[in-house]
């Protein structure tokens, strides 16, 4: 038996891909490379370029490789450009997992894990934020993911799948063995941003608003480490496999940074200031998105390794100077 991972050759999905193979797991990795890079999958992994929506290959693969579990990662996930193109964030993620999760339903597959985003909450009004808060999101992207999880939850109750959905914070970091780190082009998180600025590949870093109705102006999130968040990725897969029920969980910490508390952080790792511009406010950016994770705690008897704002900005530092060390361009093999 196999576990597939859809979009393995990505930032998240690469991580995962690591940490199974690295426990023994038979790991099929499924990447278009539209911004994986491939890299970051782990020899161990058997490779498999394409596209989750292909009629012919995902059968086959599924067939040939007894597929019973999917961790489900591919997809677009940059919030402004789902406002600026919304009918291909629907697409790629929408009517692309639908298709996968038939396919998976005809498989036979048993256990699915999807990569869920705190996007499908929008602009709370309410703080921290749990999993039986208003599910209102303001922009495609998120629609695009909760549209997914309404159709996980549908099948489930149809067809007898077995599913989670994780709802992410902000994810940063990379791993600390330095197999893998954000790669992916154009990357809109903070983290990576500035840490490209401190490294000389970006001018400067903008801050998007200093008018929110936060402390210092700037908007706040809840940061978790890359690597807690794949500890809570095998934790659901047993979970799943225990007959734990479906849902969705918060994957977060449970406190938040804002915009000048990560320049910060980066300042104090690198002991240098950082060029900064501020700029408008982005289309689909809430003010404050922080998780209340009880219930993730609770299940799955999880509980962070890393919740350490130094410690994660120097994880992706260290990330950014492996690239520039080993001569090659973000979003590159």
């Not at 918060?250 to 938040?256: D, L, Q, T």
Request: hydrophobic content about 40%; overall charge negative.
């Amino acid at each position: 038996m196999a576990i597939l991972i859809t979009g393995g050759a990505g930032y998240i999905g690469s991580h995962m891909a690591h940490a199974l193979a690295e426990r023994g797991d038979t790991v099929l990795v499924l990447d278009n490379l539209a911004t994986g890079v491939e890299w970051l999958v782990p020899q161990a992994a058997i490779f498999v370029r394409g596209d989750i929506g292909d009629s012919c290959l995902i059968p086959k693969l599924l067939s040939e490789h007894r597929v019973d579990e999917i961790v489900h990662f591919a997809g677009s996930a940059i919030v402004p450009d789902s406002v600026h193109d919304p009918l291909a964030y629907y697409l790629n993620n929408t009517v692309k997992s639908r298709d996968l999760i038939a396919f998976a339903l005809a498989a036979g597959v048993r256990r699915f894990v999807f990569s869920s985003t705190c996007a499908v909450y929008g602009a709370p009004t309410c703080l921290p934020v749990s999993e039986k808060s208003d599910l209102r999101p303001v922009s495609p992207y998120g629609r695009s993911k909760l549209m997914t999880e309404w159709m996980l939850e549908d099948a489930a109750a149809a067809h007898g799948l077995r599913y989670v959905a994780l709802r992410y914070f902000n994810v940063a970091g990379a791993d600390p063995k330095g197999r893998t780190g954000q790669s992916t082009p154009r990357s809109t998180h903070l983290i990576k941003v500035a840490c490209e600025t401190a490294t000389g590949r970006r001018p400067h870093v903008e801050i998007f608003g200093r008018d929110y109705d936060t402390p210092d102006g700037t908007c706040i999130r809840d940061y978790i480490h890359v690597t807690d968040l794949i500890d809570i990725h095998i934790s659901a897969l047993g979970w799943l496999r225990e007959g734990g029920e479906n849902g969705a969980f918060n994957c977060g910490y449970g406190h938040g940074h804002s915009v000048l508390d990560i320049v910060a952080a980066i300042e104090r790792v690198t002991g240098r200031s950082l060029p900064i511009r501020d700029a408008p406010r982005r289309a689909g950016d809430p003010p404050t998105v922080i998780a209340r994770a009880e219930r993730l705690r609770e299940a799955f008897s999880w509980s962070p390794r890393h919740d350490d704002l130094d410690s994660i900005v120097a994880s992706a530092l260290n990330w950014e100077r492996h690239l520039l060390r080993g001569n090659v361009t973000s979003g590159s093999a």
